[in-house]
């Protein structure tokens, strides 16, 4: 039954016209025995919603957007690429901030699932939350490349050896996605000077990139109480990242470079 | 001039994140929750463990430093003064287990945020690992201090 399913299901894919057959074979593929029949409680929205239904994909954000086309048009979520990459859908599941695209939805249907938008934020609407704050902490920690002689941009690579690139595994592939920052309680408590783990890492990505050569200036300016030193090693953002990544560690070498690294005045141009 | 631009970018940040607050608090948003739906863990329940215990053990110290200056009689008096009360033994040994409960968890929590400042056991697994370490030695340690 599976087999001919795929090989239904590409057969069919060429003839997008026919929507309807491949979505339902793509089903049965995806739900052989996953029933969709949860209640979601979402917050904001103020609505208790259950729905029994045999049919719909097995994430989180497959029900939600089940529940905006057949329940209620005006439940308000932000999602792109549905794979996990785009860091849009991120909310607080069950307690955890995950994205909604790869959470599964529970088989177990006698336990109710909760919905929160991103804990500590301001919500714009629904599940949406006011993520300015958050870029513009990104923004303010320089997140390109700087070169202290310029002469050479654009001519040919910047050469980086296989060592130096591996440092930056487990760094470069952060989405953005706040789930980290939002869920350590002490961005919760200082969002506005606190930069968060999420940032703290591409900071600390932009540190060890060889390529870079403002490294003593990136340091010095998490030189206060605040942007740095606010974290308490809680390693709620290390549980919490969908990707498998670990802020917590990233900020512990921070703080070790900022006890070891010689404040230099950078040269006036 | 480098610093001059410097100085410009953070105003520009300054004044971004100034906008946030401002139009946030105009439009009078309401604030996800935080605490009330947060699923605890192990590590989160230990952190706020290790703060609990710092701030009940130095405001203990505090207090006792502050009734040394304040309370009339020296500390030899009171010392023989609690010598003659009679406690039974159940709640001396309850009493001791729950004074050095919080030293105990409190020293080998450090050793484990000490390690961490070294770099040293942030995976996951380690972090639980190192964490049931941190609780049976505790425990252990209470114990021992208790029943001497």
Known sequence: ?269 | MCQFYTCLKNMWFLCEMSKFWAKNTRLNRPVSPHISIYKWSIPMMMSISHRGTGVALSSGISAFALAALVLPESYPYYLDLIHSMTFGPQFLAFSKFALAFPVAYHTFNGIRHLAWDLGKGFKIPEVYRSGYIVVALTVLTSIGLATM
Request: hydrophobic share 35%; proline share 4%.
């Open chain 1, 1 to 269: 039954k599976m087999f001919a399913c795929i090989s239904f299901t590409r057969s069919a894919v060429a003839f997008r016209n026919c929507r309807t057959l491949v979505v339902s074979c793509v089903y049965e593929f995806a739900s052989v025995s996953i029933l969709c029949v949860c209640k979601v409680i979402i917050k904001y929205h103020k609505i208790l919603m259950t729905f029994s239904h045999p049919r719909c994909g097995p994430m989180v954000l497959d029900a939600l957007i089940k529940i905006k086309n057949e329940m209620d048009l005006t439940l308000t979520f932000r999602r792109s690429c549905r794979e996990g990459i785009c860091g849009s859908c991120a909310m607080n599941i069950n307690g955890g901030n995950t994205l909604a695209c790869l959470n599964k939805i529970d088989t177990n249907t006698s336990k109710v699932m909760k919905i929160y938008p991103l804990p500590r934020m301001y919500v714009v609407k629904d599940l949406v939350p006011d993520m300015s704050n958050f870029f513009a902490q990104y923004k303010s920690i320089e997140p390109y490349l700087k070169k202290k002689d310029e002469s050479k941009q654009g001519k040919e690579q910047y050469l980086q050896s296989i060592e130096d690139r591996q440092k930056l595994d487990g760094l470069y592939e952060c989405l953005l996605c706040a789930c980290c920052s939002t869920s350590c309680p002490s961005y919760w408590w200082n969002g506005d000077k606190y930069l968060g783990p999420a940032v703290l890492t591409q900071a600390y990505r932009w540190m060890i990139d060889s390529r870079d050569d403002f490294i003593e200036e990136r340091l010095s300016k998490l030189q206060d109480p605040f942007s740095l030193y606010r974290c308490h090693t809680i390693m709620n953002c290390t549980k919490t990242c969908p990707k498998g990544l670990n802020p917590g560690k990233a900020i512990a070498e921070i703080k070790k470079m900022m006890a070891t690294y010689k404040e230099k005045r950078s040269s006036a141009i």
